[in-house]
């Protein structure tokens, strides 16, 4: 075999059914069947002016400089493109820089594919059945070497394997179509999130102008506080403190002395028992005048304590100012202890001197008058940072996580209408493909291949992983290379190139990077990984995301309707 991979050299030239006419000379290919009649002269082609005897067709000499006069020997093999390149004395331009007019020898390999095969390759005593499977470039007779017609098998042979590579297209076809309907699923989902996002952002643009106003609402009604809380600060804080304890103190001697007053209503009892036994059991027949004296005067005691009883204290009156302050009963002190108010309490406490119908109705007025005379400067302002309320705080709160939530949000939004237009390569294909890697080992690594996002070499012997290179962008370039039998291969023609820089540092070189190539294939695989120069990789790999846009059969697209 001169060229392992000379099959699939085989010219696309239409399967043919031409046979060659009894007339035409050997080796003349279909479309050249007009320039070699049965007329007894024969004409050069590229020459007309050199004119010569038919029988010296095919004479092993030749004649014409364009070589049109040897189709089936190789003569003039000298003027192919392939030949070795020498000065030949008889050439009319004394070099080989001639072109031959006919494109090699015509194997009609009937059963199979006829082709071309080079000149340098006819009578040469090698059978080229790669090229040519019916033998017929082999001259018998001149060279000696009979060639076996093998276009049955061959043409079987090659008949089966274009049958699997045409299943395998169309398997890739069909595999390509799904990557593309989930690719146009996942970029439905990034437009529904995009549409979503900004309901949202739009919605909490309003929440943020109300928490703002809010805010700032609490904010200024915070400057406008009325009195500090107990002991600290403004003189109406000290003696609203004092009036608090003074409050405390007389309810705690109150409870004491009912105390007391219980303790001493017990002994009044005791003794009036004492006298009443008396005045029942002394003995009148006695004249005892000191007996007699203190019944007369407990009589008339007790006279007095029916008929003079003055109004009582109800002990529930008693009970209910005996009860802790609160906002219920007494005095709600928490009303009169907001925080705060400085010294310039006269301003601020406005309010407190007021009737509370005239404290709620002047308030709001008073609160804006406070916040006018802080904002000219001519009142000083309350200082929030030690003791800012609840409420304030609350709102500063509320605001803050609204105002983290909308830039989160908006970053989020932002990161997702980049993505909506970032060169996800045709049909938005490799959105399918995104975050799924491939992997292949190779020598003491193994290199892995994670689709729009990184390249790595791991290594086998526990070095750790080195990344080789960050997705970038899709370009595309010409490969060039030998189709391969096994199919894993570039081939030749226009292919996506995924590049993948800025990996980790090279040793003394530049930051590593990948070049990833891609050609069609049935699944994700990892082909082959080199290393062209130190730290550039080039990445072989085949996808059905680089196969071509096949139409599903039977599905018209919007162009066709
Ligand atoms: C490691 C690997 C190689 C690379 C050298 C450069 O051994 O990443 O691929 O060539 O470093 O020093």
């Known amino acids: ?33 007009k320039f070699y009649g049965s007329k007894a002269t024969f004409t050069c082609i590229g020459n007309p002016s050199i004119v010569l005897k038919s029988s010296q067709i095919n004479d092993n000499s030749c004649d014409c400089p364009d070589g049109s006069d040897e189709p089936g020997t190789a003569a003039c093999s000298y003027l192919d493109p392939l030949s070795p390149e020498q000065p030949l004395p008889g050439s009319l331009t004394g070099t080989t820089n001639t072109t031959n007019a006919l494109p090699g020898f015509w194997c009609a390999n009937e059963g199979h594919i006829g082709t071309y095969v080079p000149f340098m390759y006819v009578n040469d005593g090698v059978c080229d059945y ?146 009443k036994k008396l005045q029942d059991e002394y003995n009148p027949n006695f004249n005892d005048e000191g007996v007699k004296a203190a019944v007369k005067s407990w009589e008339n005691y007790a006279a007095e304590q029916a008929s003079g009883k003055g109004p009582e204290l109800a002990d529930a009156d008693i009970m209910e100012i005996l009860k802790e302050d609160s ?105 399918a493909l995104k975050g799924k890697c491939v992997s292949t080992d190779s020598g003491e690594y193994e290199y892995e291949l994670c689709w729009m996002d990184r390249t790595t070499q791991k290594s086998k012997k526990g070095h750790g992983n080195t990344n080789m290179g960050n997705f970038v962008r899709i370009d595309r370039e010409m490969a060039d290379d030998e189709e391969r039998a096994d199919g894993k291969g570039l081939g030749k023609g226009q292919r996506m190139v995924l590049r993948y820089d800025n990996g980790q540092g090279c040793w003394n070189g530049p930051n590593r990077r990948t070049d990833v190539w891609l050609a069609c294939a049935e699944t994700e695989e990892v082909w082959r990984v080199r290393e062209a120069e130190k730290c550039v990789y080039k990445m072989e790999v085949g996808t059905p995301a680089a196969c071509e846009d096949v139409h599903e059969p039977g599905v018209k697209t919007k162009d066709e309707l």
């Not at 392992?4 to 279909?30: H, K, M, N, Q, W």
Request: hydrophobic residues 35%; glycine residues 8%; negative net charge.
């Open 327 to 431: 906002e219920t009963s007494g005095i709600n002190w928490a009303e009169f202890q907001e925080e705060g108010a400085s010294d310039a309490d006269i301003v601020y406490n406005l309010e407190a001197y007021l009737p509370p119908f005239a404290r709620d109705y002047l308030h709001e007025k008073l609160n804006l008058l406070r916040v006018w005379l802080i904002e000219n400067g001519i009142l000083a302002d309350n200082p929030t940072s030690s003791g800012e309320s609840r409420l304030v705080t609350a709102a500063r709160e509320a605001l803050e996580a609204a105002k983290n939530e909308l830039s989160s949000k908006t970053s989020t939004l932002e990161e997702e209408q980049r993505d909506l237009e970032k060169d996800y390569g045709p049909d938005d294909i490799f959105r």
């Open 1 to 33: 075999m001169r060229r392992t991979d000379a099959l699939l050299l085989v010219s696309g030239i239409a399967y043919s059914s031409f046979v060659a006419a009894e007339s035409l000379p050997r080796g003349v290919g279909p479309e050249f069947a």
């Open 130 to 275: 790669e090229l040519c499977c019916d033998g017929s470039e082999e001259f018998a007779h001149v060279g000696g070497v009979k060639c076996e017609n093998r276009c049955a098998a061959v043409g079987k042979e090659w008949r089966r394997l274009e049958e699997e590579r045409k299943q395998s297209k169309e398997r890739s076809a069909k595999r390509r179509r799904t990557l593309v309907k989930e690719a146009r699923e996942l970029r439905r989902r990034v437009e529904v999130m995009i549409a979503n996002l900004q309901e949202e952002l739009k919605r909490l643009e309003l929440k943020k102008g109300e928490l703002q106003k809010k805010f700032e609402e609490a904010e200024r009604s915070e400057r406008g506080k009325v009195v500090k809380g107990e002991g600290q600060g403004g003189k109406l804080g000290v003696l609203l403190g004092l009036a608090k304890n003074r409050v405390s103190e007389l309810r705690d001697t109150l409870d004491k002395v009912l105390d007391q007053r219980d303790d001493l209503q017990d002994k009044v009892d005791q003794l009036e028992d004492i006298l």
